[in-house]
């Protein structure tokens, strides 16, 4: 799996968009990373009555959704309803390597995204939507933290091994994911 987003771009600070852009890349590069590392053999493991799997669906889906708007959304084509909810079981069951593409989808339609706003649309509330744009990034931003936490937290259970995050300052290492730090 690699992370999409373009590396070592020089950032400029006094544009808000320029901090969003950065700080989803490196937020994509960990999650992208963490993913990689949950073992095979871990994926369909429960936890809080739930499969590894369907945790990280849920947190990937909720980025799809709500990072641009969910009033103008359309499903994936092999969404059913509740799959992605963590409290309710579905019959269906994704693949790691769908998991894996749907990740590589939503970051590359984030990217694209990100590449086309500009100062004024941040503060613009999409067509249909109650909250501006960057109340819905920065609302997907933490959410994506803390599934990445929670998910990173049942990888270390399982394997003593803690999976690499990046900071703000740290460089990214590149795209052999699985990193162990």
């Known amino acids: ?3 999409s987003l373009k590396e ?9 968009t320029q901090i969003i852009k950065e700080q ?8 992208t990373n963490v993913i990689s590392c949950i073992p095979d053999s871990k994926y369909e493991k429960c936890y809080c009555d739930m499969p590894l799997w369907k945790h990280v669906y849920h947190t990937i889906h ?3 959704r709500w990072y641009i708007n969910p009033y103008k959304y359309i499903e ?7 799959l992605n909810s963590l409290d309710v079981h579905t019959e269906k069951v994704l693949s790691k390597q769908e998991v894996d593409q749907y990740l590589l989808t939503v970051t590359n339609k984030i990217e694209a995204y990100i590449d086309g706003l500009d100062e004024r649309l941040l503060l613009e509330k999409p067509e249909g939507c109650k909250w501006t744009r960057l109340t819905l990034i920065i609302a997907q931003l933490r959410h994506l933290q803390y599934h990445t936490g929670i998910i990173m937290g049942f990888i270390i259970c399982d394997t003593g091994k803690w999976p690499l995050v990046i900071g703000l300052e740290n460089e990214i290492p590149g795209n052999d994911f699985p990193y162990f730090g």
Not at 24 to 31: E, K, L, P, Y
Not at 76 to 82: D, E, G, I, S, W
Request: include cysteine; charged fraction near 25%.
């Open 62 to 64: 909720s980025l799809d």
């Open 76 to 82: 994936p084509t092999f969404h059913v309803a509740n």
């Open 8 to 16: 070592n771009e020089d950032m400029d600070e006094l544009k808000v």
């Open 24 to 31: 989803t890349h490196r937020a994509f590069w960990s999650i």
């Open 1 to 3: 799996m690699q992370c």
